[in-house]
C-alpha cells in the first residue's frame, strides 16, 4: 500500500452509567453459551470451510440494543492486531474532542532580536505538539512564514519534544524490515511519517528505470538496479531495497524488476531516525527558502518567557482518524496514543500513560476491559489483548454517543473504501458496513457496524489467531454478508 496514497477539545456525554453497563454484560455472558450453539447453517458452513480450531476463534455478533446472534470465546483475550486503532481512536475522540488539533511553534527567547541582515539574535525554538501528520509541504509553508517575518539567518534550532517521554522505537525490532513505513517510531516532529518516496521514472529507450529520492535530502543515496521487463504489466512491480550505513550517508540499495508498460510508480522507505530525517528536512527546505543555519539543530527546551513567532495548527482530530482507520496507519496511531496520555496526565507521556489514560476512560463509559493489553495502540504488537465481548461493549457506547457519526466514518466502507475496498465490491454487503480490519502473520480480525437489509444495525468483532489465520477471510466475508443480508 502507497503511504497513506500519498500523504494527504469537549467533553463526552450521553454514555450508559456503569453500573447500567455492568448489568448488560452481565446478562450479555449469561445467554452467550446457548447462542454458540446454535449458528446458522450457512455460517457454522462457512467457518468450517476454513479449517481452523474452534479454540483458534473469538467471535461476538450481536444487534444494536439487542439480543447476541452469535458468541464464541467472546471473553477470551486475543490479538487484535490492527483492530486495536479502534479503541485508539475511539479513546482520542471521546477524551480529546473531534476538534481537537497538534500546534507546532516556532519561538524565540524574551527580546530576541533581528537585525537588518535577518539574523535571529539566540536560538529558534521548535516547540513539537506531537502532530501525526505534518507533511512536508507544510513544513516549508511555516518555515515561509518565519521568512516573511524578516528572519533568513539562523544560530541554531533547538527541537523541544518534551510532550512526549522517551519513545523511540526500532523500527527494525517487530519483523525485521526496519525500511518499511508501517514500522516507522513515534516522534513528537515527525514530517511525512519519516518516510522517503522512492521514484521510478521509465526510460523507454534506453530501457532502464531512473530512480529519484523525494525529498531529496543530503547524505542519503540510491545504488542498484531496477531490470526493465517487456511483459505486459502483472501489477505491483517487485522491488526490494536494504539500507545500509557507509561512513556518514545512507546507502538505499534496490533491486528487483518492473515492467515498462507499468510506467512511473513510488515506493516509500524508511531511510533515518525520525530526528535525523527532521534535521535534513529542515536544512533542506531552510536553504532553499535562502536562509542560513550557522550551528544546527538539536534537541532541548523551550524556556520560560519565549515569544511565539510562527505556528501551525494540524487537522482536526475527526478528520486524522478517518486517515488512522480507513488506511490503518501505525506510527498515526501510536501518537494518538501518545497524545492522549500527554493531555490526560501530563508531559512526558509514553505508551504505558496513554495506554492507561485510554482505559480510564473506557472504564468510565462501563466498557469491561478485563483482560486487555493496550501496549502501542497501533496493534503492531505481539502481546496487545482484546477481548470480543469488551470491544462490542465499546462499538455499543460509541453508537449511543454524540460522537457517533464522527467515530463511524472514520472506519472503512465494504467494498468502497480504505482497507475494505477490494472486499465485497460485488456482494450485497458493499456499502452496508463500516468495519475495521486486523493482519498479522498468526492473526486476523474484523470488526465494526454491519446495516441489515431489515433496518437493523449489527454489531460484529471476530479475531482469530492461529498460524493459518489467513484462511478466515473467506468466513469474514460470509458473516458480513449474512448480516447484510437480515
Not at 261 to 276: I, K, N, W
Not at 358 to 378: E, H, M, P, S
Not at 442 to 465: E, M, Q
Request: aromatic share 8%; net charge positive.
Amino acid at each position: 500500500m502507497g503511504l497513506l496514497q500519498g500523504l494527504w477539545s469537549g467533553r463526552v456525554a450521553g454514555f450508559f452509567s456503569a453500573a447500567a453497563a455492568a448489568g448488560w454484560l452481565a446478562l450479555i455472558s449469561a445467554a452467550a453459551p446457548a447462542f454458540a450453539q446454535s449458528w446458522p447453517p450457512e455460517i457454522e458452513k462457512a467457518w468450517r470451510a476454513t479449517r481452523l480450531p474452534d479454540s483458534s476463534l473469538s467471535l461476538y455478533v450481536k444487534e444494536v440494543d439487542g439480543p447476541p446472534l452469535l458468541s464464541r470465546n467472546a471473553a477470551e483475550p486475543r490479538n487484535p492486531a490492527s483492530v486495536m486503532k479502534m479503541v485508539t481512536t475511539w479513546a482520542g475522540l471521546a477524551g480529546l474532542g473531534p476538534d481537537y488539533s497538534w500546534r507546532t511553534t516556532l519561538l524565540a527567547q524574551g527580546g530576541a532580536r533581528v537585525d537588518a541582515q535577518g539574523t535571529l539574535s539566540g536560538p529558534l525554538y521548535l516547540k513539537a505538539g506531537g502532530d501525526p501528520f505534518l507533511t512536508m509541504e507544510e513544513l516549508w509553508g511555516l518555515l515561509r512564514e518565519l521568512r516573511l517575518r524578516g528572519i533568513k539567518n539562523l544560530n541554531e534550532v533547538i527541537v523541544d519534544r518534551s510532550i512526549f517521554g522517551n519513545v523511540r522505537s526500532d523500527p527494525g525490532e517487530f519483523d525485521g524490515a526496519p525500511d518499511r513505513p508501517y514500522n516507522a517510531s513515534p516522534d513528537a516532529m515527525m514530517v511525512g511519517l519519516g518516510a522517503i518516496r522512492l521514484l521510478f521514472q521509465p526510460d523507454s529507450r534506453a530501457q532502464k528505470w531512473i530512480p529519484i529520492v523525494d525529498p531529496p535530502v543530503q547524505g542519503l543515496r540510491v545504488e542498484g538496479e531496477v531490470k526493465w521487463s517487456n511483459a505486459v504489466c502483472p501489477g505491483s512491480p517487485s522491488v526490494s531495497t536494504q539500507l545500509e550505513p557507509v561512513g556518514r550517508d545512507m546507502i538505499l540499495r534496490v533491486s528487483g524488476s518492473a515492467a515498462g508498460s507499468c510506467g512511473e510508480f513510488s515506493v516509500y522507505r524508511l531511510a533515518m531516525s525520525q530526528p535525523e530525517h527532521f534535521s535534513a528536512l529542515f536544512k533542506m527546505l531552510w536553504k532553499e527558502l535562502g536562509g542560513t543555519l550557522a550551528k544546527g539543530i538539536k534537541d532541548g527546551k523551550t524556556p520560560a518567557g519565549a515569544q511565539p513567532l510562527v505556528w501551525r495548527d494540524s487537522e482536526t482530530l475527526a478528520d486524522t482518524i478517518r486517515l488512522i482507520n480507513k488506511q490503518s496507519n501505525n506510527v498515526m496511531a501510536r501518537i494518538l496514543l501518545l497524545t492522549l496520555g500527554a493531555e490526560k496526565l501530563g508531559p512526558g507521556a509514553t505508551a504505558q500513560t496513554g495506554g492507561g489514560a485510554a482505559l480510564a476512560l473506557l472504564q468510565a463509559q462501563g466498557v469491561d476491559t478485563r483482560g486487555w493489553v493496550i501496549d502501542n495502540g497501533a496493534g503492531l504488537s505481539r502481546s496487545g489483548r482484546l477481548t470480543a465481548q469488551g470491544l462490542a461493549g465499546m462499538l455499543e457506547a460509541a453508537w449511543h454517543s454524540p460522537l457517533m457519526p464522527e467515530f463511524i466514518s472514520s472506519l472503512a466502507i465494504s467494498g468502497v473504501d480504505g482497507t475494505m475496498r477490494r472486499r465485497l465490491r460485488d456482494d450485497q454487503a458493499k456499502g452496508m458496513a463500516h468495519l475495521k480490519t486486523g493482519t498479522l502473520r498468526d492473526t486476523r480480525a474484523l470488526a465494526g457496524y454491519v446495516l441489515g437489509a431489515s433496518g437493523k444495525r449489527y454489531i460484529l468483532v471476530s479475531f482469530v489467531n492461529d498460524d493459518r489465520s489467513a484462511g478466515a477471510r473467506p468466513f469474514y466475508d460470509a458473516l458480513v454478508s449474512w448480516l447484510a443480508a437480515r
